[in-house]
C-alpha cells in the first residue's frame, strides 16, 4: 500500500511558477507509476502528466506541454511537478496518483491518490 502527500500548492499570478511535490510512504514507491491530474470546480478530473516507474518515460497533457515537468526521485519516494508559464486555467486542485500503468490518462486506473493541494491563478 502507497500513502500520497501532496504539497507546494498555492496563489501565483500568472506568467509564474509553482512546484509541486508528492511524497510516497512504503517501500514500493518503485513499482508504481505515478501520476499527477487536476480538478477545477465543476469538472472532471483530468490528466496533467505521468512518469514511468523508472522515470525514463514521461507523458504529458495537450494543455500542459512545454510548460510542465514531471520527475520523481526513488531514492527519496518523491514524484515533482514543476509548473511554469502558469495560466488562470490552470486554477485547480492538483492530486498525485499511483497506480500500474505509465501514462494512463484514466483516473480510474489509479489505485492511491493524495488529498490533493490548491493552485490559483491570477490573471
Known amino acids: 500500500q502507497v500513502q500520497l502527500v501532496e504539497s507546494g500548492g498555492g496563489l501565483v499570478q500568472a506568467g509564474g511558477s509553482l512546484r509541486l511535490s508528492c511524497a510516497a510512504s512504503?517501500?514500493?514507491?518503485?513499482?508504481?507509476?505515478m501520476g499527477w491530474f487536476r480538478q477545477a470546480p465543476g469538472k472532471e478530473r483530468g490528466f496533467v502528466a505521468g512518469?514511468?516507474?523508472?522515470?525514463?518515460?514521461?507523458y504529458y497533457g495537450d494543455s500542459v506541454k512545454g510548460r510542465f515537468t514531471i520527475s520523481r526521485d526513488n531514492a527519496k519516494n518523491t514524484v515533482l511537478l514543476q509548473m511554469n508559464s502558469l495560466k488562470p486555467e490552470d486554477t485547480a486542485v492538483y492530486y498525485c496518483?499511483?497506480?500500474?500503468?505509465?501514462?494512463?490518462?484514466?483516473?480510474?486506473?489509479?489505485?492511491?491518490w493524495g488529498q490533493g493541494t490548491q493552485v490559483t491563478v491570477s490573471s
Open positions: 496518483a499511483a497506480g500500474p500503468y505509465s501514462g494512463s490518462v484514466r483516473p480510474g486506473q489509479y489505485s492511491y
Open positions: 512504503g517501500r514500493t514507491f518503485s513499482s508504481y507509476a
Open positions: 512518469i514511468s516507474r523508472s522515470g525514463g518515460a514521461t
